[in-house]
């Protein structure tokens, strides 16, 4: 079998208003994304999703559609798909960072040996270690009485756990946690995510502060890039910490280890530049006896398919710690996949099928196609 060439689709879907991310950095309000599909010689093809925010990874539809036409399509063209682990080198040699393209391409590549081969992807990665990955909720830094209207309707759908997005106002942070902890009672488990925005003694300051309304671990409390700041934070407070912007390579993770910066890693397969890649660090969590999770950039339902076979078959993912930010799906105010993705009673279950198990819907697709043409 040999790639023949690699097809691009940028699509813009809109988010439910109601449900748009205010975080540190802005509100995400749409996606900007790149669906990919690899095409064969053997009437095969695998679906990718570069799901790309240009303040997380400096990708944004341009520069995707850009490195694939002009260097990964190039790089592939000719080769066999199934040579995942050599092709993934290949790309990571030929584009410094730009990691969420560089996973579109390395996840379409396990569709189509998922679809050659008549199996899911979570039983080519090993078979599954859990019947569903539990999932958690993320709650924007909206307003107290909103974040709580917010946490009121995610205990409807069946979540358990979820965490509030922190670091915008001081005052204003800790009347939203507090907020949503009456909102959901006791039972619900509740985590913080600053996205870096606190130095270090207000990150301690502020958990310290927060740990009154029963959180049970804060997400990325201090920028990315100190390693020794993150760890020092660590040190002074109570509650586990989870690195996100600080992990995106198997490297950082082991740099983190190293220093006990972290109790635990947010992985993404999109900050990892792909499912192996995402394995890896996983890999290493397990080995250092951290926890580890699956963040999200508001996938939609391809880069979501990817997430789940990774929970689902990834011993170093530890979602009954820290469940997973397998939500994407429930933002958007359409479905762009034939069949949604079973999402529901605070879990992902396994998709249906071979490779990733999804197929696009094209009418919905070519509804929401963008041109790139300036
Ligand atoms: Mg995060």
Partial sequence: MKITHIETIPVRVPIRPELAIRARAGTHSVSPFLLVRVHTDEQIYGLGEVSCTPRWSGEDQFTA????????????????PRDIERLTARMRGAVAGNP????????????????????????LLGGPVRDAVPIKWSISGAEPARAAEIARWAVQQGFTT?????????????????????????????????????PPRTAVRMIRRLTEFGIYFAEQPVPPGDVAA?????????????????????????????????????????????????????????????????????????????????GLSTAGITPDDYPCDIIGPFYY??????????????????????????????????????SLTP
Wanted: charged share 20%; with cysteine.
């Fill in 230 to 310: 993150l760890a020092d934070v660590r040190r002074q407070v109570a509650v586990p910490i989870l690195a996100d912007e600080s992990v995106y390579s198997p490297e950082d993770a082991l740099a983190l280890a190293r220093a006990h910066a972290a109790d635990a890693f947010s992985i993404y397969t999109g900050k990892a530049a792909g499912i192996g890649p995402a394995r890896k660090i996983a890999a290493i969590a397990e080995s250092a006896i951290l926890g580890a999770t699956i963040g999200s950039n508001l996938e939609l339902g391809i880069g979501t398919a990817a997430m789940i076979h990774l």
């Fill in 162 to 198: 979820m965490k509030v997005k922190v670091g915008i106002d001081p005052a204003q942070d800790i009347a939203r946690v507090c907020a949503v902890r009456e909102a959901i009672g006791s039972d619900v488990r509740l985590g913080i995510d600053a996205n870096g925005a606190w």
């Fill in 65 to 80: 559609a850009h490195f694939i036409r002009t260097i990964l399509e190039p790089a592939l063209t000719g080769e066999n």
């Fill in 100 to 123: 969420f393209t560089r996973a579109a391409l390395e996840m379409a590549l396990w569709d189509i040996l998922g679809k050659s081969a008549g199996l899911p992807v979570y039983r």
């Fill in 333 to 370: 105010a359409d479905e762009i996949l034939t069949h949604p993705l079973r999402l529901a009673g605070g879990q992902a279950l396994p998709p249906e099928g071979p490779g990733l198990g999804v197929e696009l819907d094209d009418e919905k697709v070519r509804e929401y196609r963008v």
